[in-house]
Each structure stands twice: as structure tokens, then as C-alpha cells.
């Protein structure tokens, strides 16, 4: 081989063999979930472990998790609706928790699509609750302008779609095709677990060992991709023209803020107030933008006096 040939052949080793390292070693989707309770429910972009739990004949609430957390986010929020007399519907979004990681742009229409699928195989034609994290907030309030019939009331925590932070190299890569893909799977991975262990010093958290699974999620086969895709689709659309329309039309709405969360602007409220005047807002001061697992009783007061009022 010619010396530009073994320059090239380096080239493309140094191309390819880093995010196939970070790859290889990572869990596959099947070993991640190992001993998750729930079910598998098949919808047409793939497997979704979908987890129930409350009575049947209960009223339905259906809890959409956010960018990198799982369903179990929702662990001590859903044992506290069970108790309020709810059945609890949780699933988890595609490439995180149990679900599959389908080849395809994480939008508006896939997460719809996927939370449509699930509340018609555990609701049926019921009227549910959707109670929404961070972007997950963002997807039910999507759902709710596609299905307004389907919904009785939208509680968001922490919302997303109002304005948000995004450090540098996340913004870079997010913002940067191929390049950008390359570098996210290459090094993504440690500053995603930095980004675990900084939520787990946010407060105690109901969520056991929070960090240690949120590393493991980082771990998986799929999981990055879909932060990324995630972020350059479903996170970058702006939420304020769905929610003037959702408040226009009527629909009960609740907010729950964190007084301290470092990720959602502080402007994010005055836009609410501003699309959607009709729409509750509670701050829990001291909380950050991990307000479901570590102020728990709070965010749970605050739903209780919104379902009073639904």
C-alpha cells in the first residue's frame, strides 16, 4: 500500500473506530430491559414498555417523562395518584428505559404517535389526565391539540418549549449535521453522566440510585441518538402556539415550576402567562428542574388542588 493509502486508511480507522468502540460497548436494548416491570406493547415504530398501575374503572392518568429520564421518574408521583384514586399509565419514549430506538427523526409526530398508541391500548376512549415533564409536557401538549376529545386536563412540570439552556458542545452538535453526530456519539457519554450526578445533587430524590441509572441509560445502544434527535426536533419547537390554542379552547392546564432549575429560562413563566392566562402556575421554590423525584409531595399537593378543580 502506497503511504497515501496507509494516510487514508488511518483517516478513515480514526473516523470510524471511536463511536464503534463507544458502541460496542454499550448494553443492548435487550439487556436494558432485563427485570423492568411493565409489558412490551408493540405500536408501528416499534416495542414500548408500557407499566399500569392503579384499579381498573379508575379515572386514567397518563404521565409522559422527559429528555433523559425514564418512565421510573414518575415512581413516587404515580404510587401518590394511585392513592388519589387514579389508574397510572407511564410508557417510555423511544431509546429510553425498555422502548425500542426506531430509525427516525424524534418529532412532534413520532412522540405523538407513540403516546396515541398508548393511550388507545390502556384508556381506550376514556378522557385522561396527562400530566407531562420537562419535554414530556411538551408531548402532551401536542397530543392534547391532536386529540382534543381525549384529554380532560394537561399538568406540566418544568415545561419545556418555552425557552431552555443548552451548554456549548450539546448546542454545536445539535446544530452541526454529521460532524456534529460523530462527535455526540464519540463524547457524549461523559457529559451526560455528569449531567446524572449533578441531578442527584439537586436534593434527595425519590428515584433510588438516580445517577447509577441514568449512567446506564447513557450505556445503552440507541440512548444518545436519541437525546440528540430528540433535542434537534421535538426540544427546538416552539410549544407557545399549541398552548394558546389548547387555553383558547378551554382545556384545564397546570404548570409547576422549579424555583431554582437551571435548565428552563426564567421567562419560560411570563410566557405561559402570556399565551395561556388561563393556565395554573405554581412555583416550588426550592426545587430544580428534577422537581417530579425530588419534591415529590409538592408536585402532588399542587395536582390534587388542580384535579379539585378538572
Partial sequence: MTPWGWLLAAAVALVILPPLLAWLMCRSRAAAREGLPGRMLRLPDGLTRVTVDGLPGRPVAVLVHGLTTPSWVFDAIAAGLVVLGWRVVRHDLWGRGGSDMPGKAQNRALFVRQLAGVIEAEAGDARVLLVGYSMGAAISAAYAEAYPSHVRGLAMLAPAGLGHRMEGFTRFCAATPVLGDWLWATFSGPGLRAAARKAARQGPSSVENIATRLAQESRTR?????????????????????????????????????????????????????????????????????????????????????????
Avoid at 444518545?224 to 383558547?248: C, F, N, W, Y
Avoid at 379552547?249 to 409547576?256: D, E, H, N, Q
Avoid at 426545587?287 to 419534591?295: D, I, L, Q, S
Fill in 222 to 310: 440507541g440512548y444518545r441518538r436519541a437525546v440528540l434527535s430528540s433535542i434537534r426536533h421535538m426540544l427546538a419547537e416552539d410549544m407557545r402556539p399549541t398552548l394558546k390554542g389548547l387555553d383558547a379552547a378551554g382545556l384545564p392546564m397546570l404548570a409547576v415550576w422549579g424555583g431554582e432549575d437551571g435548565l428552563i429560562l426564567k421567562a419560560a413563566g411570563k410566557r405561559l402567562a402570556k399565551v395561556a392566562p388561563g393556565a395554573e402556575q405554581i412555583t416550588v421554590e426550592a426545587a430544580g428542574h428534577g422537581v417530579p423525584h425530588t419534591h415529590p409531595r409538592e408536585v402532588l399537593k399542587a395536582l390534587t388542588g388542580f384535579l379539585a378543580r378538572l
